[in-house]
């Protein structure tokens, strides 16, 4: 059986199949955020577009299209609740795009394509705006400039390599005003949203804990967010980057203190640090979420564009918007502080407060050990220590497949299972607490992170989310303890992390190359967070810190427009200069022969644009007699002129075209012949 060539198929068919296989990669980037429905219905209709274009049969009428859009319209309802908003707009314009495909029969049709395909790469921004997005997208720029430059081709069969070759010309041309609009035009909000991900089962950060629903913990080894520090970072224990304080407990699920109900009294922060402060700068990856993460504990709100931040009473730090986009901040914490009351508060209570009817056995264990360390608030430290010697001598094993627990997940926890992830170990100890009449609560956030050595920057994952706690004491406020660090001390001060498991494939290759991943890894890291600094990062403030680098003083946008404005006019003169200095390159020999026509035009010899050279020099020796001696150096001179151009092989003695200019300028011309004579 032949194989099937593109240079054997008719130019019609080779472009159809080319531009299908553009959009498809233009859908196909969609795959991970369209409904399956919809990635299978575009699939099958580029499938059917391209065997009818390869068969030579007639495109579908219009009851198929009109079916399958019923079809997309009714299913996008089904799926998303709506056929407006972003995930339903998203997924109608990739159906769309490929739809139109079946009405493809004219260049007119053609151009609709290529617009539409045009707009649904912005949509992949939606999503993500990472390095490996960009180049996906630049591929399919590039891929429809290829189409649409072949489509401005009409005659004979122009190969895609010449297409492609003119595209990519045109994308470097316009590379310098992307770059200058880039730099200089005022940055606007992001218009990007990033989609809500569900983080069931895998490792990150809610604004809930439910506790025991998990039987196997999937590690997510995506970026949370990347630091540099100022100086010497903190030791590894001290690296906790605080998030939601989760305080309600139901039995089930660990929520924040629900502060509108009137019977809920605050607790004021009241943060006191010491010792000189840690600068860094964080770059956040976008989570959807009002929170921001900082080192504990942070005493100055750091600057947000676009948003306004605020520290709440459990010193988390949040923004009046959710973080949809990559965001870039400054901070300066201190890891010497104390915080909360120093003496008992009525709030307290809210915090030593279980729900009945659960854990009985660890209510037992908790009037057990009171009665072994006394009941007054100075056996508090010592029953917190004892509680701590128990996780670490007690056989509990710190795992990412403890199983389900059952209703009573601290009693499984203390009693029975004796093994869970950070989650399992934090509930059941400020459960222990609170029966203990101690007032406790879970901190969740990041802890630890990893060196990036190529470009020094911390690199904070999802798998390093983590929940510690806080029990509070007289004179001290509340204080961080951290009962993960008693059952796997590697945890906290070494970094050391549980694998999820590996495949066989990958497993080989980590276990044959470790240090080539590695590597590799970080590199790759470096490139996008250099990505994500450069780009992603470019804010208002670095326009302005860029006029600043330029000798402005106190840059304004009034500042900014001017220079946008003399760059734009700056490069138009240029343009305007090139244009002109282009023009005169174009054939001076033929510039020189028109001048001389028109000269002759005056003296009321007429010729057409193809009169060559020689013609010209006959009609001048028909018009005035042998004995006019500027005539014959006029029509000697068009001989010379048409010698330079055609005669080969070229005599030694041939005048150049810059003699033949001066010749031109010092020419003597006939007079006009009037009619009298």
């Not at 401005?152 to 045109?170: D, N």
């Not at 983590?466 to 660090?485: F, I």
């Not at 001389?596 to 010899?605: D, E, F, T």
Request: hydrophobic share 45%; proline share 7%; with cysteine.
């Amino acid at each position: 059986m032949a194989t099937l060539s593109l240079t054997s198929l008719p130019r019609e068919t080779r472009d159809v199949l080319f531009l299908l296989a553009v959009v498809a990669w233009v859908v196909g980037m969609q795959v991970g955020h369209v409904p399956w429905w919809c990635s299978a219905l575009t699939a099958g209709v580029l499938v059917w577009r391209a065997v009818l274009a390869l068969r030579g049969l007639p495109l579908p009428g219009w009851p198929w299209r009109l079916g399958l859009l019923l079809l997309t319209l009714l299913a996008t309802w089904a799926t998303h609740g709506t056929v407006l908003g972003q995930d339903a707009g998203v997924t109608l314009i990739v159906v769309l795009l490929t739809l139109k495909t079946l009405e493809m029969r004219a260049r007119r049709d053609a151009f609709v394509i290529f617009f539409l395909a045009f707009f649904t790469l912005l949509t992949h921004f939606f999503y993500s705006q990472s390095l490996l997005t960009a180049a996906g997208i630049l591929l399919a720029l590039l891929g429809l400039l290829t189409a649409l430059v072949n489509a401005h081709m009409p005659v004979g069969r122009p190969s895609l390599v010449q297409a492609a070759r003119i595209a990519a010309g045109m994308a470097a041309m316009g590379a310098p005003i992307m770059l200058v609009l880039f730099l200089l035009f005022p940055r606007l909000a992001p218009l990007w949203g990033v989609p809500s991900q569900s983080d069931t089962g895998r490792s990150g950060l809610s604004a809930q804990m439910r506790v025991g629903q998990i039987a196997e913990l999937v590690l997510d080894d995506s970026i949370a967010l990347r630091l540099r520090f100022d100086g010497t970072p903190p030791p590894p224990g001290q690296l906790y980057f605080r998030g939601p304080v989760l305080s309600d407990f139901d039995g089930v699920e660990w929520r924040p203190v629900r502060s509108e109900f009137p019977t809920r009294l605050s607790l004021p922060a009241n943060l006191s640090v010491a010792g000189e402060p840690v600068r860094y700068e964080v770059t956040m990856e976008p989570h959807r979420r009002p929170w921001l993460f900082l080192l504990e504990a942070a005493t100055q709100a750091p600057e947000v564009p676009g948003a306004r931040v605020r520290m709440n009473d459990d010193l988390q730090w949040i923004t009046n918007r959710p973080m949809n986009s990559l965001v870039r901040y400054r901070a300066e914490s201190h890891t010497t502080f104390r915080h909360g009351p120093l003496e008992p508060a009525l709030a307290l209570q809210d915090h030593v407060a279980l729900p009945p009817g659960y854990n009985p056995r660890t209510l037992a264990l908790a009037q057990q050990l009171r009665r072994e360390h006394g009941t007054g608030a100075e056996a508090n430290p010592r029953l917190i220590r004892t509680v701590m010697e128990r996780l670490r001598t007690g056989g509990y094993s710190y795992t990412l497949t403890p199983g389900v627990y059952g209703r009573d997940t601290a009693d499984e926890f203390w009693f029975d299972v004796r093994a869970g992830f950070c989650e399992h170990i934090a509930s059941s100890f400020v459960v222990l607490m609170r029966a203990l009449d101690i007032p406790a609560r879970i901190v969740t956030g990041y802890q630890g992170g990893e060196l990036n050595g190529l470009d020094g920057y911390w690199t904070v994952r999802q798998r390093d989310a983590h929940a510690w706690t806080e029990v509070w004491l007289a004179g001290q406020g509340w204080v961080r303890v951290d009962p993960t660090s008693a059952v796997a001390p590697g945890r906290i001060g070494a970094f050391e992390r549980l694998r999820a498991p590996e495949g066989a494939i990958a497993g080989a290759i980590r276990n044959l190359t470790p240090n080539l991943s590695a590597q590799l890894r970080a590199a790759w890291e470096a490139l996008n967070n250099s990505w994500n600094q450069w780009v992603l990062n470019y804010t208002q403030g670095s326009q302005l810190d860029l006029l600043r680098n330029l000798g402005f003083k106190s840059p304004s946008w009034t500042d900014l427009a001017y220079v946008l404005l003399g760059v734009v006019v700056i490069a138009s003169l240029l343009g305007a200069a090139w244009t002109l200095w282009e023009r005169q390159q174009h054939d001076p020999w033929l510039r020189l022969l028109r001048r001389a026509r028109l000269k002759l035009k005056a003296l009321g010899v007429d010729s057409a644009e193809h009169t060559p050279p020689r013609e010209l020099a006959r009609h001048i020796q028909q018009r005035w007699s042998g004995d006019d001696a500027a005539a014959q150096g006029v029509a000697q001179w068009l001989l010379r002129l048409e010698a330079q151009r055609y005669a080969r092989p070229a005599s030694p003695d041939m005048n150049t075209l810059a003699t033949l200019q001066r010749e031109f300028r010092q020419l003597a011309w006939p007079r006009p012949i009037t009619a009298s004579r």
